[in-house]
């Protein structure tokens, strides 16, 4: 990356609607992977005719396209593996991600044209790594999100001739960069083979935690008790660094990557947006300051998407916990456009119910928001009947007299 040239945004897609949803909201490249191997058992993925549209549609946009085939394998799996890898070149993948140096060696061998990208599961937090990644033909690597910003910029700083990437906003693992065993303790189901289902945002009760030190004998010197009720006591925060946009895109990286390959499309979409406009923003030196207004605006416009509460990670000394602003609602995705419907009406997609008279906003790329006024638009369901409510899983059709719509486009309501 040059000095001066934006930082690409990469972003997860999971399946086709996701991977649209990346393109048409400003995603640079996007990171996919097939049915298996991916770390991501739980997302569609694209294989076969699947993958070679995908690559297709991605190239056509300008949007490049990285293949995850991350998981740490075993013996049994490399015959997958290297059918996998044998496939990449005549696809056109622009980069391979991968996190076990038996992938990467194999990867040297059947396909050495591909670059190779280093996963946030290789654990790099250290200049020898990148050293030694370097030499065994790493072309980029993803700094593990327990590192500091500083000890990001020093990393970045020290090997100009690597590419680096900078997780800024996604779930955060309780477990060493993402090497959890729970999932394979309790259903086995192995999180670095993909299959994880996530039993630390499970709710759990009645957890008893009592710690002793062997030698001194002096008591317990930490004693943890849950209670009764039910909660998420493994769950931790959602890392959100759109805050800090004027000093991510300062230290240098070649990439920001956002993470979510089980997220639904209009996560990606909003996700996606947000960055994208914060990231434009302060190219162009317009970006408010991580206190300033600016900032508030785009971590609240990420408070539509979030699930847990959002927080900076390891990012900065002391962590920051972003409050909801008082009085704020989160307001669901109601639709996706589809395409067009005859007498200048709209195809959509119902994800959640949506009532006539309610205002809805149109999410347009730019982080532009305008209102859908109730009275100014009417909902038709799938059997072609006008009606006041529409209900998720059905097809509809929105008639409104609104040039910007297009197919692809969410909107709120």
């Not at 990148?130 to 065994?136: H, K, Y």
């Amino acid at each position: 990356m040059t000095e001066h040239s934006l930082p690409e945004l990469l972003a997860p897609a999971g399946g086709r609607e996701q991977l649209e949803a990346a393109v048409l909201y400003g995603a640079d490249a996007v990171y996919l992977g097939g049915s298996a191997l991916s770390l991501r058992a739980k997302c569609q993925g694209f294989d076969g005719q699947a993958l070679e549209e995908a690559v297709t549609f991605a190239h056509r946009s300008g949007v490049r396209v990285y293949y995850c085939l991350n998981a740490l394998p075993f013996d049994k799996h490399l015959s997958l593996v290297e059918e996998q890898l044998e496939r990449l070149p005549e696809l056109g993948i622009d980069g391979l991600i991968a996190a076990d140096p038996g992938v990467i060696y194999l990867a040297r061998r059947l396909c050495p044209s591909i670059e190779l990208h280093l996963s946030t599961q290789a654990h790099s937090v250290n200049a020898a790594a990148v050293e030694f990644w370097q030499d065994a033909g790493v072309r980029r690597i993803n700094l593990a999100r327990e590192l500091d910003a500083k000890a990001m910029a020093d990393l970045i700083r020290r090997f100009p001739s690597m590419d680096f990437e900078v997780f800024v906003h996604g779930a955060m693992c309780l477990s060493l960069s993402g090497h959890c065993l729970i999932s394979a303790w309790v259903n086995q189901r192995p999180a670095n083979l993909g299959l994880c289902t996530q039993p630390c945002r499970f709710e759990y009760r009645g957890l008893r935690l009592t710690v002793e030190e062997a030698v001194r004998h002096d008591g317990p010197f930490l004693e943890v008790s849950q209670g009764e009720d039910f909660s998420a006591v493994w769950a931790p925060m959602d890392l959100c660094l759109v805050r800090w946009m004027n000093d991510i895109l300062a230290m240098g990286p070649a990439a920001l990557k956002l993470e979510g390959r089980t997220k639904s499309g209009s996560y990606v979409a909003q996700v996606t947006d947000v960055y994208r406009t914060a990231m434009n923003l302060a190219a162009n030196g317009q970006y408010a300051d991580a206190s300033g207004h600016s900032a508030d605006t785009f971590v609240e416009e990420l408070f539509h998407t979030a699930s847990r509460p959002l927080c900076s990670g390891f990012f900065l000394p002391e962590r920051r916990i972003e409050k909801k602003p008082e009085g704020f609602e989160a307001r669901p995705v109601a639709a996706r456009i589809v395409e067009p419907a005859p007498h200048g009406g709209w195809h959509i997609q119902v994800r959640s119910p949506w009532n006539s008279d309610n205002n809805a906003v149109i999410l347009l790329p730019g982080m532009k928001r305008p209102a859908l006024t109730a009275g100014s638009y009417t909902l038709e369901n799938h059997r072609g009947e006008m009606t006041e409510r529409l209900n998720p899983g059905t097809d509809g059709v929105l008639y409104c007299e609104r040039d910007e719509l297009r197919p692809g486009l969410y909107i709120r309501a």
